[in-house]
């Protein structure tokens, strides 16, 4: 999967988890917790995201991304994207 | 009599109606919809037959908590979008009431079997995945925690047991609270209990759900009180009830549907599923007691009737031992099966309307009475002049609830 793929997947569950954001454009260089995500909001995201592209990812690699692009990396490192 | 509780807001879903005035109709006219049940979860070996109710759009029934109900289950958005009704319906939103005079009681537990199923489901393969908010979805409270959140409730909440009594167990806690003067304004919600293939099955293989003489038909197989029942037919549906003193309804010139005059919960002391007339007598022997009333006096019963050849036969025994044969009687879940958790509140909503208008509906299959002595309500509605009403609720452990209700002063 390429790395715009898991970004639109990505975008694609925020904006069901916090359907505010709805029409709100999402860019890479925003952080979840800056868009309003709370940290159960963040930790759905997150979740949903490795169960639509079938992989786990630990926490621990997580929490050092400092942005939605940071993340899609991460991700993409374990779907060999 | 015991102080005066009012019921000034009702909110109902069901397979036929949404809303109180098309619930209304839908009695009047007998309507039912009854099917194979189809929702995910629910497909087994064998078909079930139930009453599910539409796909509906949960998400915009409260304005700016789309994302809170995207996380709560299917039975706390059904009750969202019912006390959304009941709420008002009662007025609430004009009147000041501060909110931690309003509290909220759910009735039954266990109501989210399905949803429970559905996650396991989903993540049998991925545990590791399960998402977050299942850990705060799973629990009944989160319903009181949604609807708190929804309609800034603040004074006591919590869910209740009571099983297939669930609602009345509910209403009569929402009356404690007003008597406790713990509220002014307390809401018993029935909640749509989301069964699932399991819960199904294993009722059927107890013999208490029915279904399958009416295998190939299941407009006939709910069908209280007939000679051909075999056992009740699962129902989906929520009713949400406001309750309040009836002082404190007038100072604000709230309407009123009818009176709660009295109740009781009595238990068996036998865990066997088997319903005891003796326990069931007592229930409304002591709901009438507490309302100071004769059974004389009561007009009509909404009897627990669910379709269980057992337990149809005992309670017809329990009532003629009541002193309350002489009543209309009809059978509110020939038309929209054995709602559960849902079924005390729903009921009590189905009494207060037929009261208030002066009627009794219809009882869907009921050809031939197991006991012809009775002032049945047959397939066709009836006109009737009522003034109180016994309404009855039964369940697993033992349970046995009576409400006493009367028409609105």
């Known amino acids: ?81 | 009599m015991p102080q005066s509780l009012a019921i000034t807001g009702l909110g109902i879903i069901l397979p036929t109606a949404t809303g109180i005035q098309a619930f209304e109709e839908a009695l009047v006219a007998g309507r039912a919809r009854f099917d194979y049940l189809k929702r995910p979860g629910r497909e087994g070996r064998q078909r079930f037959i139930g009453s599910e109710i539409d796909e509906m759009e949960f998400e915009s029934v409260i304005a700016g908590k789309a994302g809170l109900l995207r996380t709560a289950s299917f039975s706390s958005q059904v009750a969202a979008a019912t006390v959304t009704q009941a709420w008002s319906d009662a007025g609430l939103d004009s009147r000041r009431i501060a909110p931690e005079r309003v509290s909220l009681i759910v009735g039954g537990s266990n109501f989210q079997q399905r949803h429970q199923q559905q996650t396991m489901q989903r993540y049998q393969s991925a545990p590791q995945l399960v998402r977050p908010t299942y850990a705060l979805s799973f629990w009944d409270t989160d319903m009181v925690g949604v609807l708190s959140e929804c309609f800034h409730v603040c004074g006591e909440g919590y869910s209740v047991g009571g099983a297939s009594a669930g609602g009345a167990v509910a209403l009569i806690h929402a009356a404690r609270q007003l008597q406790m003067g713990l509220a002014d304004v307390s809401i018993a919600v029935g909640p749509l209990f989301d069964i699932s293939f399991w819960e199904c099955q294993a009722l059927t293989n107890l013999g208490a759900m029915g279904g399958s003489r009416f295998a190939d038909q299941p407009a006939l197989a709910c069908r209280p009180f007939d000679a051909q029942h075999d056992g009740f037919i699962f129902g989906e549906g929520c009713a949400a009830i406001v309750l309040e003193r009836t002082d404190h309804a007038r100072q604000d010139g709230a309407k009123a549907y009818g009176r709660l005059c009295g109740w009781s919960m009595v238990l068996d002391g036998l865990r066997h599923p088997k319903p005891n007339a003796g326990g069931q007598l007592q229930a409304m022997r002591a709901a009438l007691k507490m309302a100071e009333m004769e059974p004389g006096q009561i007009d009509y019963v909404n009897p627990h009737g669910t379709g269980s050849p057992l337990g149809d036969s005992t309670e017809l025994d329990a009532l003629k031992a009541a002193g309350l044969s002489h009543c209309w009687i009809n059978a509110t879940k020939s038309l929209t099966g054995h709602c559960l958790t849902a079924s005390g509140a729903i009921e009590v909503v189905a009494t207060l309307l037929q009261l208030r208008a002066g009627f009794c509906h219809p009882t869907r299959n009921l050809r031939q009475p197991i006991d012809s002595s009775f002032r049945w309500v047959k397939e066709s509605v009836v006109e009737a002049d009522l003034r109180y009403a016994v309404s009855n609720s039964f369940a697993f452990g033992g349970v046995n609830t009576s409400l006493v209700l009367g028409k609105a002063a």
């Open chain 1, 1 to 81: 999967m390429t790395k715009d793929n898991i970004f639109e997947v990505m975008k694609g569950h925020i904006r069901c988890v916090e359907p505010e954001m709805e029409g709100t454009p999402i860019s890479p260089n925003d952080s979840l917790k800056l868009l309003g995500l709370d940290s159960v909001a963040r930790t759905e995201v997150l979740l949903l995201t490795m169960e639509s592209l079938g992989v786990t990812v630990p926490n621990t690699r997580l929490a050092a991304a400092q942005n939605v692009g940071e993340l899609v990396e991460i991700f993409a490192s374990y779907t060999g994207g």
